[in-house]
């Protein structure tokens, strides 16, 4: 069975079915499920590895452990350090990090959603982005602890990270 296309731009998210039973982001390959020759479902994500249909939890390759405290972890994106984890959430489908850039950025803080940390060395201290330091420094910007509570905010961070993987040059 073929599936329909439309003319009408998709919300985020928006799936459907391929030919091939597959279930595809309309217009993209970002956050897929596809078919190994063993029938096995593999994730697919994004050129920078940014998950697309859950940017705010961790990869199950990240190396992130249920429960672990990555305060003060060095974070480095794939161009450089950008700074230590002054706290993160750990609940369930809304992690982030919130990231204390020191004189990198003026001091400020940004927050980055667990689903583009690519690893975590807990040995030593260290977690990985899948984007670079401008990537991050382009961020919407983050202010108070609050906006970690505002969907709104929430969604225009989402958002903006889901861009990352569609725009090779960042």
């Known amino acids: 069975m073929r599936a329909r296309s439309s003319t009408a731009i998709p919300f985020p998210g928006a799936v459907r079915a391929r030919e091939d039973g597959v279930r595809a982001p309309i217009?993209?390959?970002?956050?897929?499920?596809?078919?190994?020759?063993?029938?096995e479902a593999v994730r697919q994500t994004g050129e920078y590895g940014v998950s697309i249909d859950r940017p705010w939890s961790f990869a199950p390759e990240s190396g992130y452990a249920e429960g672990q405290s990555l305060t003060e972890f060095t974070v480095e994106a794939t161009d450089g350090t950008i700074g230590h984890v002054d706290r993160h959430a750990d609940e369930a489908?809304?992690?982030?990090?919130?990231?204390?850039?020191?004189?990198?950025?003026?001091?400020?803080?940004?927050?980055i959603p667990a689903g583009i940390v690519t690893g975590?060395?807990?040995?030593?201290?260290?977690i990985?982005?899948?984007?670079t330091k401008e990537a991050v420094k382009g961020a919407p910007s983050f202010r108070t602890?609050?906006?970690?509570?505002?969907?709104?905010?929430?969604d225009r961070?989402?958002?903006?990270?889901?861009?990352?993987?569609?725009?090779?040059?960042?």
Do not use: N
């Not at 990985?128 to 984007?131: D, M």
């Open 120 to 126: 975590i060395d807990a040995e030593a201290r260290r």
């Open 93 to 111: 489908g809304m992690r982030h990090l919130v990231v204390d850039t020191g004189v990198w950025v003026f001091g400020k803080s940004v927050l």
């Open 145 to 154: 602890d609050s906006e970690t509570r505002d969907p709104a905010y929430l």
């Open 27 to 39: 217009g993209d390959t970002w956050g897929t499920t596809a078919k190994k020759s063993r029938g």
């Open 157 to 170: 961070v989402a958002a903006y990270y889901r861009e990352l993987g569609r725009d090779p040059a960042v």
């Open 128 to 131: 990985t982005l899948s984007c």
